[in-house]
Protein backbone atom coordinates (compact mmCIF):
# COMPACT_ATOMS: atom_id res chain seq x y z
CA UNK A 1 0.00 0.00 0.00
CA UNK A 2 1.48 3.16 -0.96
CA UNK A 3 1.36 6.59 1.12
CA UNK A 4 -0.10 9.92 0.14
CA UNK A 5 2.44 12.32 -1.06
CA UNK A 6 1.41 15.58 0.66
CA UNK A 7 0.18 14.05 4.46
CA UNK A 8 2.02 10.86 4.46
CA UNK A 9 -1.08 8.88 5.37
CA UNK A 10 -1.78 5.00 4.59
CA UNK A 11 -4.12 5.27 1.37
CA UNK A 12 -6.96 3.17 1.04
CA UNK A 13 -9.99 2.38 2.41
CA UNK A 14 -9.19 4.08 5.41
CA UNK A 15 -8.95 7.68 3.73
CA UNK A 16 -12.13 8.66 5.42
CA UNK A 17 -13.25 11.90 7.35
CA UNK A 18 -10.37 11.15 9.88
CA UNK A 19 -7.50 11.94 7.27
CA UNK A 20 -9.89 14.44 5.24
CA UNK A 21 -9.04 17.78 7.52
CA UNK A 22 -5.29 16.59 7.86
CA UNK A 23 -4.81 15.96 4.13
CA UNK A 24 -6.21 19.75 3.07
CA UNK A 25 -4.32 21.20 5.89
CA UNK A 26 -1.11 19.73 4.98
CA UNK A 27 -2.33 19.89 0.80
CA UNK A 28 -2.61 23.80 1.13
CA UNK A 29 0.18 24.46 4.12
CA UNK A 30 -2.72 26.34 6.40
CA UNK A 31 -2.95 25.32 10.13
CA UNK A 32 -5.43 23.71 12.37
CA UNK A 33 -7.40 26.97 13.30
CA UNK A 34 -8.21 27.40 9.27
CA UNK A 35 -9.58 24.18 8.67
CA UNK A 36 -11.52 24.52 12.01
CA UNK A 37 -12.84 28.17 10.95
CA UNK A 38 -13.89 26.34 7.49
CA UNK A 39 -15.43 24.02 9.07
CA UNK A 40 -17.76 26.63 11.14
CA UNK A 41 -17.99 28.25 7.89
CA UNK A 42 -19.52 24.81 6.18
CA UNK A 43 -21.78 24.34 9.17
CA UNK A 44 -23.08 27.83 9.02
CA UNK A 45 -24.21 27.74 5.30
CA UNK A 46 -25.60 24.20 5.76
CA UNK A 47 -27.75 25.96 8.64
CA UNK A 48 -28.88 28.67 6.58
CA UNK A 49 -29.10 26.91 3.44
CA UNK A 50 -31.68 24.17 5.23
CA UNK A 51 -33.25 27.43 7.06
CA UNK A 52 -34.08 29.22 3.60
CA UNK A 53 -35.45 26.55 2.20
CA UNK A 54 -37.75 25.69 5.02
CA UNK A 55 -39.08 28.92 4.32
CA UNK A 56 -39.37 28.64 0.96
CA UNK A 57 -41.91 25.86 1.82
CA UNK A 58 -43.72 27.36 3.95
CA UNK A 59 -44.21 30.34 1.81
CA UNK A 60 -44.96 28.25 -1.07
CA UNK A 61 -47.49 25.86 0.67
CA UNK A 62 -49.08 29.33 1.99
CA UNK A 63 -49.68 30.66 -1.75
CA UNK A 64 -50.51 26.75 -2.46
CA UNK A 65 -53.00 27.39 0.07
CA UNK A 66 -53.99 30.84 -0.84
CA UNK A 67 -54.79 29.99 -4.03
CA UNK A 68 -56.95 27.01 -3.54
CA UNK A 69 -59.18 28.39 -1.28
CA UNK A 70 -59.73 31.81 -3.25
CA UNK A 71 -61.15 29.39 -5.92
CA UNK A 72 -63.37 27.56 -3.50
CA UNK A 73 -64.70 31.04 -2.65
CA UNK A 74 -68.12 31.79 -4.41
CA UNK A 75 -67.76 34.85 -6.04
CA UNK A 76 -70.21 37.64 -5.01
CA UNK A 77 -72.88 38.93 -7.31
CA UNK A 78 -74.20 42.71 -6.23
CA UNK A 79 -77.77 41.84 -5.75
CA UNK A 80 -80.40 43.69 -7.92
CA UNK A 81 -82.49 46.80 -6.08
CA UNK A 82 -85.41 48.08 -7.53
CA UNK A 83 -85.46 51.77 -7.44
CA UNK A 84 -88.57 53.88 -7.20
CA UNK A 85 -88.31 57.80 -7.13
CA UNK A 86 -89.65 59.44 -3.87
CA UNK A 87 -90.87 63.38 -3.15
CA UNK A 88 -88.72 65.44 -1.34
CA UNK A 89 -90.99 66.11 1.78
CA UNK A 90 -90.77 69.48 3.31
CA UNK A 91 -91.95 69.67 7.27
Known sequence: MDACQVCRHPRGPEFNDRWR???????????????????LLDLAMLILASLGALAFGILTAYAILRVGFALMRVPRRPALVKTQPQAARIS
Do not use: K
Not at 21 to 39: K, R
Open 21 to 39: DAHVAAAAHITGEAVAMAN
